[in-house]
């Protein structure tokens, strides 16, 4: 374990200034940030030197936490819609009208009745990730959807099938590999995304530095291709089809370096083996776009590197495939010998803990899905949720079990899920609705109630989620960086609130409340688990230690993990192990080292083995056989998205700093297929798909593949009823008008967001 130089949290400077270091909430990278503070007020923000993760290192929304704590939009009190319009309210009025709404609605229709959304936010909040679960189990519904199904959720579903748990992912060792194969990913402009990485551009550079190589596999150049030593511009949707192609010429070549190894780690290899048998690199070529000559070459050089990993994100598992594309890499990884292995594909141990630290190792009782099944289109439920894209027929469609009430957290699907134009119309039709969100944007401003919680800057924070796919073993805790006011609750008190009110417990039950239940719960489980670091011991001397601080909430919640995690200090029973206290005496972070092996006692499948051959995956290599013998109309334009090192989805487009320039929600399109549509550069084009069309201008380009067009995510602030000045003013167009609520991938419930048949043309 290295710490680094011991120091307080806040440094003196001169008599009223302090610099605070914190970690960055606002995407995956999770990089330290040195905060300037002046009496109470933030001056500037740059990158900390001596963070142990990201030295430094900084994008240019991390500079921005000032701008968005101190944006004139961000809704500092609750509103409550009042005659159509949002009208400023106490929190008590809030309540009320929260307590009379929600179960009003429960009282007349049932649980199954209010739905809830959560947010890509969620995910990279200390409160949201501790207490978001509360929230969901108190209101006793089924209908429960987030941002997960347009985005991550396949790669989770068949790490949780392999491995026996979905948060069980392999990540590419990106500090130590010498070879890098990139899938649909652009971390130069996203900063990676299930591979927490600060500096992702940084790191890539390194691997070529000492003479590794980096191929992209993407319709787009992105700008990471071409960084990239090789991109390969396939065509979108087509990744399953290339990864079981190279699968196939590895098993065909022989699994001798895998068996050496792995063998013993594994059951099904020669199922999956015979189901890849038709995918040589010449069935393949045409559909994909790829010869069978390179897909061989790259194959072949996965192989042979003296070590590789197969990284694939956002572009492979938002498809039709995108399950068994992401299954396929790690088989990919699996048949180089690459698993788990330094320099390969390998597992991150989370300081905080997680599925695969706790209980005991090496076996568990697998992953499924399908405990239930939605009300209209019968999607089964995946990670205790159902597909994004059903929540407008669960809402507009009549009978037992129809959805009268939403609960969104931090969350805005109208621009972040299919067909946003249909979801828009049935959130006008709810009985009530609430919203936790720090904005009035194109979703609150359905809300009857809206309640924002404080700004990142005025909250403690730790990567509970994100620091489970790490390149490296790591812990940052942050305290608030501003105070808040007296009668302005934290985000988790906010979120408890609204446990107690659901639960029936009332709006007098102190959040207070909640919290000493949640904690009771976790405390009790891990005395009875044997596998724990206190099992047997007594659960009020156990709460009691961790109350000497006076922490509450997130805060004593954390403690725990880390005290009970794989460095804790096991309340005593370990020497020198990890506690809070120590963490928060670090402020630059803590590096517990390199990523190391941790095959077999990582999985938790029945079998105590890898699950290669799960049945719901061979089974889907029939569909991606059918798939690749279409024929393909070479006239038909795709679209694909794209990111910006600049945006976050949606919700950072209110900051001025972020916008401006020139314009980026543009439509990207070759020059071929601009001149075979009579397209000139600059000129405003309609796109349309089967349930929507947009109007946007047009940048010609040679960085893309001809045939397909590209068009940001996150867009669209022109709808009336917001209040985000600037990003009104650069409203841009919502992809998600045109995306298909209809198309998902089967296995996960996962939008098709890429590769989505339209025509353009010249308005």
């Known amino acids: 374990m290295r710490i680094s130089e011991k120091e307080t949290v806040t440094l003196k400077k001169t008599s009223d200034e302090q610099i605070v270091f914190r970690t960055c909430p606002l995407c995956e990278a999770g990089c ?10 933030v001056t500037h923000i740059r990158g900390d030197m001596q963070d142990v993760f990201s030295k430094g290192f900084i994008c240019p929304k991390g500079s921005t936490l000032k701008q968005l704590h101190y944006d004139a939009d ?34 007349k229709h049932g649980r199954e009745s209010v739905g809830a ?30 941002a997960s199904s347009v985005d991550q959720v396949p790669k989770q579903v068949a790490s949780g099938y392999l491995f026996g748990s979905p948060s069980t992912v392999a990540v590419p060792d990106l500090d130590r590999t010498q070879y890098l194969l990139i899938l649909g990913a652009n971390p130069y402009d996203s900063n990676g995304s299930l591979c927490t990485a600060p500096d992702f551009p940084g790191r890539l550079e390194a691997l070529q530095a000492r003479a590794g190589k980096i191929v992209v596999v993407d319709p787009r150049k992105s700008k990471t291709a071409q960084h990239a030593d090789e991109w390969i511009a396939i065509r979108p949707g087509t990744d399953a089809l290339f990864l079981a192609a190279i699968a196939n010429t590895l098993a065909a070549d022989g699994l001798e370096v895998m068996d050496q190894r792995l063998g013993s780690f594994l059951n099904g290899v020669d199922e999956v083996v015979l189901a890849l048998q038709p995918f040589t690199p010449e069935f393949v070529a045409e559909t994909t776009g790829v010869d069978a000559q390179t897909i061989r070459r790259i194959a072949h050089e996965l192989r042979g590197a003296s070590s590789s990993a197969v990284y694939a994100r956002i572009g492979t598992t938002t498809t039709a495939f995108g399950t068994t594309a992401s299954w396929l890499v790690d088989v990919v990884n699996i048949f180089t010998g690459n698993l788990d292995r330094v320099g390969g594909a390998m597992f991150p141990l989370p300081v905080a803990g997680s599925a695969n630290t706790r209980g005991a190792g090496g076996s568990g009782k697998g992953f499924r899905t399908g405990r239930g099944h939605s009300r209209v289109s019968k999607h089964p439920e995946v990670l205790g949720e159902y597909p994004a894209s059903a929540m407008a027929e669960e809402i507009s469609t009549p009978g037992d079990g129809q959805i009268r009430a939403m609960v969104i957290v931090g969350g805005n699907p109208i621009l972040s899920t299919p067909n946003g134009e249909r979801l828009a119309k049935s959130f006008a039709d709810l009985e009530f609705m609430v919203s936790v969100d720090i904005y009035l944007n194109e979703t609150s401003r359905f809300a009857d109630v809206i309640l924002p919680v404080p700004s990142a800057l005025q909250r403690s924070h730790y990567d509970l989620a994100l620091l489970t796919f790490a390149v490296r073993n790591v812990a940052n805790y942050s305290k608030p960086v501003l105070s808040r006011s007296a009668n302005e609750p934290d985000e988790w008190e906010v979120l408890a609130k609204m446990s107690s009110i659901v639960s029936g417990l009332g709006v007098e039950t102190s959040p207070s409340t909640i919290d000493d239940r949640v904690i009771s719960k976790l405390v009790e489980s891990a005395t009875k688990d044997s596998s724990s670091s206190i099992f047997g011991r007594d659960c009020e001397e156990i709460i009691s230690e961790l109350s000497v601080a006076g922490r509450r909430g997130p805060d004593r919640i954390l403690d725990f993990l880390l005290r009970t995690g794989p460095f804790g200090d096991g309340f005593g029973s370990v020497r020198d192990g990890l506690t809070l206290d120590k963490l928060i005496a670090a402020p630059h972070g803590i590096d517990f080292g390199a990523l190391e092996p941790r095959l077999p006692n990582i999985l938790r499948t029945q079998s105590g083995k890898i699950e290669l051959a799960v049945p719901q995956l061979i089974g889907d290599l029939k569909r991606l056989e059918v798939f690749c013998q279409e024929k393909i109309d070479a006239t038909q334009l795709t679209l694909v998205g794209r990111r910006d090192l600049r945006s976050h989805n949606s919700w950072l487009h209110n900051i001025e700093v972020l916008v401006k320039g020139k314009d980026r929600c543009t439509l990207h399109i070759h020059p071929n297929d601009a001149t075979r549509l009579g397209i000139t550069q600059g000129s405003a084009v309609r796109i349309t798909s089967r349930v929507g069309n947009v109007d946007a201008p047009v940048e010609i380009t040679e960085l893309i593949r001809e045939g397909v067009v590209s068009l940001p995510h996150g867009w669209g602030h022109s709808m009336p009823g917001t209040k985000t000045k600037v990003a009104s003013s650069r409203a841009g167009v919502n992809s998600n008008i045109l995306t298909d609520e209809q198309r998902l991938d089967p296995l996960s419930g996962t939008s098709v967001l890429n590769g989505i048949p339209v025509s353009v043309a010249v308005v």
Request: no cysteine; glycine share 10%; charged share 15%.
């Open 74 to 107: 961000r809704l500092r009190h609750p509103l409550i819609k009042r005659n159509g319009v949002h009208v400023q309210a106490t929190w008590d009025e809030a309540w009320a009208a929260v307590d009379a709404g929600l179960n009003g609605v429960i009282t």
């Open 32 to 41: 330290g940030l040195a905060v300037t503070v002046v009496d109470d007020e």
């Open 117 to 146: 959304y959560l947010g890509n936010p969620g995910a990279h909040g200390l409160s949201s990730m501790t207490f978001n679960s509360v929230f969901l189990k108190s209101l006793g519904s089924r209908q429960i959807y987030s």
